[in-house]
């Protein structure tokens, strides 16, 4: 899927890395750009000047939500993976899958209501089960739903009741893509006959809060909270701007046309700029809420950051610099529709022609390149 290369700043003056010409900013000796094993890198004037101490992020992923996960698989219950249709990318970690191992699984593909009703649900469908096939898992189905519209939530309750043999059920999914949502419209088509209440518990083992609803006398339901990753945009996101950037309905998407140097700001949270190719439609699915410029000019990095500083909206709090985002470059070498996604925050869809676009997003934040979502190529 095309080539996508992390661009490299240097530590000390922000310079963007280069290996190619000595007497230009930024360069940097070849052997140390390729083969370095560390983020933090200086470019040959800085390195010649300082030394530094430097903290490089670790990844962490939290440990006790495997312990349910193992828990899920002991007792051979039933998975229900919930993903956000408007946010997914379809990686997860191997140690998910792995712990799984065979347990069944129903996909929920939420928030449907995001994405325009013109895209046949069958479409979808084929673009999850494409997104999830290296994954591993043991899926049996896959359910597009809407819990805010109750759409084909009869269908996934009579799907939980097929395929969970009388055993639990468990709902996970990354943060916010709907598990207590889902799991109050199931509710709604569900009637508890038992005289069990449902409870908030902390999860045997674990400090997770997990919500149990019973679905028989000694069968639930339960609500996980959403796994963390360290790659999401909701992971660095306060509540209201988690609320500013989640679409609680259908996503309009802006049109533009980028020439190369042109770039498109969303808000002042990241940035997409066409560097190289012909002229481009681009459409901007990304939150109503979020304002969409098409920006001109050569001083991108400039105006980016002063815009951050005097009123593009919304912004990330303390995101004002460049040392606080990470750079890609993406080369479209493939035809047809395709998609550059900022995970969590939405994505550009266009036709490929050989560009080359170049991304600027919150350090650590996952940026992808994939087939279209919407736009299916025949
Ligand atoms: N557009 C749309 N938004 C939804 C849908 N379901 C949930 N949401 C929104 O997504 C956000 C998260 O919903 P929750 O149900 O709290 O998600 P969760 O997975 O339980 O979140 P955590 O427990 O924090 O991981 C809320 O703002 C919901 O309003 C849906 O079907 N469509
Ligand atoms: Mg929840």
Redesign the pocket.
Known sequence: MGTIRKVLRCYKCGTILQDKDENSPGYIISDVYNNHKSEILLCNSCFEKAIFNSTPKTNEFDDKFYLILEKAKQTESLVVL?I?L?SFEGSVPERFSKTLGETNVIVVA?????LSPKIKDEDIKAYVYHRLRVIGLNIQKVII?????D?NIDLLTQEIMNYRNNKDVYLI????????????AFLRHYSNNTNRLITLTEFPGTDLRVTEIPLDKTTNMY?????KTDNQFYDICDKSL??TI????LVIPKKAILNPNNSIFIGGLARIDLLEGKKTNVEVYVSNKIQVNIVKGKNLDELFFEGIKKGLKPTLKGYDDYTKFDIYDIKVDEEGWRDIGILGLGWISFKANNQLFRVTLPKGVYVYHTRSKVHVNK
């Open positions: 919930v956000d408007f939420n928030k449907r209501d995001t739903a809407s819990s805010l519209n759409y999914g990354f943060q916010n893509s709907g598990k207590t949502t889902i799991a109050n609500d996980v909270p959403g796994i988690i609320n989640s679409p609680k309905s």
